[in-house]
């Protein structure tokens, strides 16, 4: 059974960062992607940020020039730097694990980020 622990949300000013991470453990052989999600009250989850195992990224145009997603393979962990935080960053953030002939991917248990002066 595969396990993603995220670490690392709070309470942060608008301007302010934050580093996220989550550690992949379990039988878990091959990641495809890693990716972080987030779902605001009210909203439906969306895509932040996405990482495959060659390093290329995605962003939502919304974080992009402000967040950086970057994962390391050995330890089977994914890490989302946000940096210039707004209040509309406020939500839960979900890290995503998608395995190498799995159909369905793992989901960590979430980090609240709240945004707010």
């Known amino acids: 059974q595969v396990q993603l622990v995220e670490s690392g949300g709070g309470l942060v000013q608008p301007g302010g960062s934050l580093r996220l991470s989550c550690a992949a453990s379990?039988?878990?052989?091959?990641?495809?992607?890693m990716a972080w999600y987030r779902q605001a009250p009210g909203k439906q989850r969306e895509l932040v940020a996405s990482?495959?195992?060659?390093?290329?990224?995605n962003y939502a145009d919304s974080v992009k020039g402000r967040f950086t997603i970057s994962r390391d393979n050995a330890k089977n962990t994914v890490y989302l730097q946000m940096n210039s935080l707004k209040p509309e960053d406020t939500a839960v953030y979900y890290c995503?694990?998608?395995?190498?002939?799995?159909?369905?991917?793992?989901w960590g248990q979430g980090t609240q980020v709240t945004v707010s002066s």
């Open positions: 379990g039988n878990i052989f091959s990641i495809a992607s």
């Open positions: 995503n694990v998608v395995e190498w002939g799995v159909l369905s991917p793992y």
């Open positions: 990482i495959i195992p060659g390093g290329s990224t």
